[in-house]
Every structure is written in structure tokens, then in C-alpha cells.
């Protein structure tokens, strides 16, 4: 039976129902980017997926959590018999007070006490595009390891069992010359992202490698922590996260006025 409050009832989102569910972040189902998740949500590599969203009685959606097997991951993580959450949003300041994001979490560890997971882990940062510690913190959770802008917390439930740690992905970065963009459909905003930076770099005579992450395997192996968003220039990783045609066109300015000095 799906976990009830007295006013928040919880969507058990998965391949079959997706579409009628939706997926929190994008409402339009029209858009580009809400296909691509949908299809994303459907693919072989995110069969044990899971997304739940919370709703109050009129239908309005206030948050979700989205996690899978931590072998799965979308992220560059290292980590055996955990669950990996990859996002965990709440909007308004009514589902905060309700502490909703906090429901959420319970019932993926609840999830992951009942299918014999060592414990939960995630990335969180200070920055843009990720919950930061705060709410973990609150919950019982605990930072692991640190990289660049992002912190591994996790909360073990068996003492025994391996703790999760990071892939370096700073290392991975040499290899990329020239201009490179590595996205997945994991996000719904990065279609909108894509198509913007990949019109703005050809308005501008730069010619950009687009390559499109299509197993968890390669988003663990991307070269930023976010994973599944990366662009670089001669091996600099220039943007880890969604980014808009201005803020691409500010670092083209950039990325020329140094290459002059």
C-alpha cells in the first residue's frame, strides 16, 4: 500500500505508469526533454529504477526522490548492495513545513532494509543542480568523501559492508581535446541545454563533440561529479551541470579572452 499522511498521499512512479504519473520536474509533456526523460525512465540500463512523488489531495505535485541500485548509478560512484539516490527535490515553502523531503527519504530506506541493501548513499554540493548536506545531515547521514564542489554522504544500515567512494573523475579528463559536451537524458532539462549550446557553438564557428551518455557504466566514468553533463575544453571542465545559451556564451568570451592573453 502506498504511504499516506493526512494530507500527502505518494505516486509509486515506474515504466508502466511514467506517463500517466509524470515526472515532477518538467509538468509540460509535450517538450522534448519530458519525452527524452520518459524514454530514459523505460531503458533497459534503469530497470530497477525507482521515483516517488509526493502530491497533496488536489493532485499538485511538492516533491520527489529518485534512486536506483547503487551499481546503476547514474553518477561516478563506487559503491556494492547500496541504494544510490540521484535526485531528491521539494518546492513551497507548505512542503517543506511538512517535511516531505525528509518522508521521502525514510521511504527509500525503507525500501532498502526490505530488499537486504548495506545502506542509502548520494552527492550533494553547495552549488547549483544538487541538494547540499543539510537534509542529509538531518536524517542520520554522513559525509564519506569530498571532490571538487561535491560531498558522498552515506548512511549504513551493516557495519560489515564496504563504504561507497568516488570514481575520480578529475582524471578523466585529459583525454577530451577540443570542445566536448557528454550528457544523458537522466535530466530533463538537459535536452533544452543540448540543443542551445550545440546552436550557439555552431553561430560561433566552434566545433563541438556532442556525445550522448547511454549506460550507467559511462556516466560513472564522465568526467565531472554530476555525471551526466559535462563540458570541456582541452581537458578543462568548464560546466558540471545544466547550463543556458547565455551562460555558454559567457564562457565561450572567457575561454577566448584568456586563450589571446
Known sequence: MTPQTDTI?????????VDECGIYCIKNKRTPGYRAKVEWVRSKPNKELRIKIAANKQGKQLGFIEYMPSESAWRPIRAANYYFIQCVAVFGKSARHKQIASSLLAMCEEDAKTNGKAGVCTMTSDGPWMADKTLFEKNGFTSVANCDRFALMVKSFDRHAPMPSFIDWTKKRSKYKGWNLLYADQCPWHHKSVTDIKEAALEHGIELKVTKLRTPE????????????NLLHNGKLLG????????FE?????????KLL
Request: glycine share 6%.
Open 218 to 229: 559511462q556516466a560513472q566514468n564522465a568526467p565531472s561529479g554530476y555525471g551526466t553533463f
Open 9 to 17: 498521499h505518494f505516486l509509486e512512479v515506474s515504466a508502466c505508469n
Open 250 to 258: 559567457n564562457i565561450l568570451r572567457k575561454e577566448t579572452k584568456s
Open 240 to 247: 558540471d551541470h545544466y547550463l543556458s545559451r547565455t551562460r
